[in-house]
């Protein structure tokens, strides 16, 4: 068992004695010189990934060559030696610490015997696969400032190996070319359209190969400013070839300016919110079809979320909430389907797509597959954007199904919050989120991480509470959450969750792993998860189904039926997916384990692994008749120190609970979470609180300066309320104590 650590600091290019090429095959550093009768096998390049190897992943079970593993991006390995009859000694082999305590959401490379694995801001980890051993790591140097505008923590969905290099696309927007066998930086270019104090675009998806180019989207719909796109560069030089935006530019502007733009601005209200940016970013679910030449994009919600705010009649919002189609070569428009027109609900398509030839009755036919936030799964027909199929795998009653000749959704009489507040399924954060589904060509289903819960939605722009960063206009409470009595003071008089749950399955947040059949449309078979937002799935040719989740497990199950077969304790939330390889004959699981992302601005629940555990970010690997997984240190119990004197008059008070709720909520709930309860804040951090939140004096740990939107004033009112609320907290801390002594 090996047991890798790496400094938590920040870290540039770390060489060691072994180069990736050696260990790509096997070979020591310190191995005899060869001599004239026997030479040296040849070591490969490092990252030694190209068009015609990747064509043929089939044909190389070991590796794992792009984040779905190969061009479909199925999440399919046909490695079969750990299978049902032996995956219960599944164990131990390696760990890698990070060092970071952020969710991680990407899923490895490994190509001949070298893994390439990306964490939070960008950084890169270049590993032995076969032992966790570092090689090499890269830090791209980003501003903690860049957190601000990460919606949804301080992510990075993957890497992209190709031709001895690594391409890495980090937080702020830059796109990093590095050497694969040094991780020297060989170039770097900004992808932004735009960049200063208030952008608010990020990059978080894993960049992705197209012909020769590399293809990067943004993220930023749920911000103010964002107009989204994808652009395309030149994989030697870096240079720019082209950019397709996805929603119109303010047609105060000008005419438009690209051609498929021009009809879609119509699609539009007039009266539109254009300094909104339109949002419709591709922060995720890009794919390429080498044999079509064409880049497949799933996009955005629209911005701002309510498109018929103050009596605006809305629109189709082209091309948002939608699956498009682009000739790589050109960057023009080839076809689009939009999932969710007029979507106002945060419906985004963004989902990972798998390509597949699917035989539907006619033949072999070649499609795109994805089980979209909507809550519906479709299948379109890739050349063309034909609607092939679409049902809903999960409940909805935001709809009542798609138009089959249309292809729109008939969108029902409950799905309107404009007036009344709404219990809605799915919820905003998806009946499929960002988590990777799997496609096993041996089954023929699809298995989805889905979510099952819905959110009370309502608008909140003519209430105290005012526009919420990060949810633009439209506040959305799980079930959990959502406490009329507790939400009075900024949004007014709410009904009762009883009262909005009249028909609908219980208003309960659940998730399940849920086997669909693409070709008859329907539930094969599911399972109930441990927690309500787990990780991504890999299915394998050893018939099994592999799944981590918030708890801290890694769940193995059967293909065919979902029985479960493994229950591997990791202690470290999952929510990335995993994948697997083999070397020199022994196959391996890996994941990375950090819990985050679209969870981090809410309160952990007592059997999450990192409300108990210690949050430290792992790549954890797996192999049959390994040990018990080493678990992080247990957390102490929550302890509110006392905090400094009251300050501040009950209006500052008051208006410190509206400016928290605006700008300081996405991060920091009140309760244990992935990131600090401010109630629990030192006396220290109390004393430095103004120059943390105006000066950015914690923007290294990615805690950004807010002097641009935040008034001394306001920043006074902040810490009044975090006070006030620190002292409740206390309060009651102690009364309980008292309580406690007295029995």
């Avoid at 791209?140 to 860049?146: I, K, L, M, S």
């Avoid at 301080?154 to 001895?164: L, Q, S």
């Avoid at 009904?495 to 609908?504: I, M, N, V």
């Amino acid at each position: 068992m090996h047991r890798w650590r790496r400094p938590i600091q920040r870290l540039s290019i770390v060489a060691t004695a072994v180069t990736v090429a050696a260990i790509a095959m096997g070979l020591s550093a310190c191995g005899s010189h060869p001599t004239a009768a026997t030479a040296a096998p040849v070591a490969p390049r490092a990252g030694a990934l190209d068009a015609a190897r990747l064509a043929g992943a089939a044909n190389e079970p070991d590796q794992w060559f792009t984040s779905g593993r190969d061009a479909s991006g199925a999440y399919y390995s046909p490695l079969a030696d750990i299978n049902a009859d032996n995956v219960s000694r599944l164990g131990f082999a390696w760990e890698y610490h990070l060092g970071s305590h952020r969710g991680l959401e990407a899923t490895p490379i490994v190509i001949d015997g070298v893994m390439y694995a990306v964490g939070n801001f960008g950084h890169v980890y270049v590993l032995d696969a076969a032992t966790g051993r570092e090689l090499w790591t890269y830090d791209p140097q980003v501003d903690g400032q860049w957190g601000r505008y990460a919606c949804c923590d301080a992510i990075n969905r993957g890497v992209a190996v190709w031709n001895g290099r690594v391409y890495v696309g980090a937080l702020d927007g830059y796109l990093h070319a590095l050497d694969a066998a040094t991780g020297k930086r060989l170039w770097k270019v900004d992808t932004l359209p735009a960049r200063g104090p208030k952008t608010p675009y990020t990059l978080s998806a894993a960049p992705v190969i197209a012909g020769d180019l590399i293809i990067v989207g943004s993220a930023g719909a749920d911000f103010d400013g964002a107009r989204g796109y994808v652009a395309a560069y030149d994989l030697e030089s870096g240079a720019f070839r082209w950019r397709f935006y996805t929603v119109p530019r303010d047609p105060k502007q000008g005419p438009q300016d690209q051609p498929h733009l021009v009809d879609a601005v119509k699609s539009w209200d007039p009266r539109h919110q254009w300094e909104a940016g339109g949002g419709g970013t591709v922060w995720d679910g890009i794919s390429y079809d080498p044999e079509l030449k064409l880049l497949y994009i799933g996009t955005a919600n629209g911005a701002p979320y309510n498109i018929k705010f103050d009596g605006r009649k809305g629109g189709d919002d082209l091309y948002t909430a939608a699956i498009v189609a682009i000739h790589a070569d050109s960057g023009q428009l080839a076809w689009y389907y939009q999932t969710t027109p007029g979507d106002r609900w945060d419906f985004d398509s963004t989902q990972k797509m798998i390509l597949a030839d699917l035989d539907l009755g006619h033949g072999p036919r070649k499609v795109l597959m994805q089980a979209s936030k909507n809550g519906y799964y479709y299948v379109l027909d890739r050349a063309t954007g034909q609607l092939l199929s679409a049902n809903n795998f999960t409940y909805v009653n935001w709809a009542n199904g798609i138009d089959p000749k249309s292809g729109r959704p008939i969108v029902a009489a409950q799905a309107d919050y404009q007036k009344g507040a709404k219990l809605l399924f799915p919820a905003n954060a998806g009946a499929h989120s960002w988590q990777p589904m799997s496609y096993d060509l041996q089954t023929r289903l699809t298995y989805i991480p889905t979510l099952e819960w819905p959110m009370v939605y309502f608008d909140s722009t003519r209430l105290r509470a005012g526009m919420i960063e990060g949810f633009f206009t439209v506040p959305a409470f799980p079930p959990e959450d959502y406490d009329p009595a507790a939400l009075a003071s900024l949004y007014g008089p709410l009904p009762t969750l009883a009262r909005l749950d009249q028909g609908f399955p219980a208003a309960k947040s659940r998730g399940s792993l849920r086997a669909w059949d693409p070709i008859h449309q329907r539930i094969a078979w599911q399972v109930p998860s441990l927690s309500n937002w787990d990780g991504g799935v890999m299915s394998t040719g050893g018939g099994l189904v592999f799944q981590g989740d918030g708890a801290g497990y890694l769940n193995v199950y059967a293909a065919d039926s979902g029985k479960q077969l493994a229950h591997v304790l990791l202690g470290t939330g999952v929510m990335a997916a995993p994948m697997t390889y083999r070397i020199a004959g022994t196959q391996y699981v890996a994941v990375m384990a950090g819990y985050g992302g679209n969870m981090v601005g809410y309160p952990l629940r007592a059997n999450y692994a990192a409300y108990n555990r210690d949050n430290e970010g792992r790549i954890i690997a797996l192999k049959l008749d390994g040990g018990a997984v080493p678990q992080p240190p247990l957390l102490a119990p929550i302890v509110f120190p006392a905090p400094p004197p009251h300050e501040g008059t009950p209006a500052q008070i008051a208006a410190g609970e509206v400016l928290y709720n605006r700008f300081c909520s996405r991060c920091h709930q009140l309760g244990r979470g992935v990131l600090p309860d401010l109630r629990t804040l030192s006396a220290g951090i109390h004393q430095a609180f103004y120059d943390i939140v105006l000066n950015g004096a914690l923007a290294s740990n990615g805690m950004a300066r807010w002097d641009d939107v935040l008034s001394r004033a306001e920043a006074e009112s902040i810490h009044a309320y975090i006070v006030d609320q620190a002292w409740k907290a206390y309060d009651e801390q102690t009364a309980a104590a008292k309580t406690a002594r007295s029995q």
